[in-house]
């Protein structure tokens, strides 16, 4: 898969910095303004959130790899079709964490929590959820559904919530809406 990665220092992360409102002059590594950013949770309940990093450009984990790809593509189709620069709309960044846990046990989900896109590794009935291009359009969605017009999560207003999630991960892979 081929992904935007940023180099730092002999060091490759998984930050695509190609979008609108990245500066590649003036960054901070840990707080990318305007890019897309992969971290990882290490195994943790989001204890622990780290850079995935490189040496040489080549990323060997696949679900972060799934994620991060996963994220460009959801961004793309949200700025190609709706004219719209990430979650809240203005370009700032869109963040994923993988390898998330859930009271220290492997997740079977995956979560949008006002800040990132979390992603659980599958357990016994599900695999890596990163690697799903819907479920990454569906998390995506709650953000976008957030910083617009905030639904409440709970009676109608959730259910709609989650309405609108599910028709647009459906509708980022066009070709496979089925």
Known sequence: VELHTLEDDGVF??????????????????????????????YTDVEIVEHVTSSDNRFTDPIAVSAHSNMERVHEYFRETHDRYGIAGDGTSTISVVHVTEDGEAMENAYWNGVFMAYGDGGE??????????????????????RTVNLEYRFQSGALNESFADIFSVMVDDDDWL
């Open 13 to 42: 992360y998984l930050i695509d910095g190609s979008r609108k409102g990245f500066n590649e002059d003036d960054y901070n590594l840990n707080n990318p303004e305007g890019a897309l950013w992969t971290l990882d949770a290490r």
């Open 125 to 146: 009935f599900l695999d890596p959820l990163a690697g799903s291009l819907d479920i990454a359009a569906h998390e995506m969605t709650h953000g976008i559904i957030e």
